[in-house]
């Protein structure tokens, strides 16, 4: 049987397969919200309450985890009292440092390599933390959308749509956040 | 003047191609932009690699593992399940 038909008949199984999967996840998009990690878990649980509550009323429109993430998300602004900056998006932030091209805009300073060797170190489990942190010392904003992204996998529809954006909004921040994070694993793993 | 340096007139420099990476892989390029954007791929080697990191940090970010619940934690939202699906509709709401 599906996981929502299952959650629908009440299986409890299917809810702690469900917490499991999204749980912590939920918890790290609900931080860039609010101002603590006590009340992201609060919003979560709220949350998790709504989904049990209203899991009769998800109509599959979207799917199940666009429809978690959402209400997390709403949960969340109503907790919030970060204000959303809206100039955020019009901040001049370029994908590489300036000061790597020359006046006539090439590379002075070219990317290093480092892809064989995050990949060497991602076998042997040492990466994972460190992209882990470089996506969470994102902006919030950044962060939001590059853990839907790429960490979750939605589509760029389904972000749009869980966290209320345009799709040029979304590229914007989506761009920012994977160039920074590409940064980083240049500056760690990286040799000319 | 050669013809050549006026056509390359609108070709786009390294600094401007690496802004254009996401748009790219988006697919959110109008044709022309693209075609662009490919051809100076096609000349310039750490634009190239510039673009093979961008989808390689793609990649690594969808290997982030989420952590576990503990078993107690488990427990507990098994106990919060259970009192939810009691109380449909919370106290006062």
Redesign the interface.
Known sequence: MELIQRLRA?D?QA??VL???????MIRLASSFVPSRAVAEEVV?DT??GV??GIGNFEGRSSLRTWLFRILVNRARTAGTRERRSVAIGDAE???D?SR?DE????LS??E???EE?DDR?RSGK??GR??SA?EELPARQREV?TLR??E?LS?DEVCHVLEITDGNQ?VL??RG??R??QV??TEFGRA | MRLGIMARRREI????A??L???YL?G?LPSAARRRFERHLAG?P??T??L???R???E??????????TPQ??DE??A???Q??AE???PGD
């Open positions: 009440g409890e809810f702690v917490v499991r999967r999204y749980h912590d996840s649980q998790w309450m049990v509550r370029p994908a590489v300036p091209f006539a805009g090439a590379w070219p990317p390599q480092w892809i995050a991602l990466l994972a992209i882990r996506i590059v790429d960490v996998g760029s590229r989506l761009h994977r160039s994070v590409r694993l240049e | 420099v390294c600094q401007q690496v802004e990476v996401t748009d988006e959110a310039c750490h634009c690699e510039y093979a990191q961008m390689a940090t793609i690594l970010a969808g290997r982030v593992t989420a952590d576990d619940l934690m488990q939202f098994i919060l399940y259970r939810w699906r449909p509709e919370p």
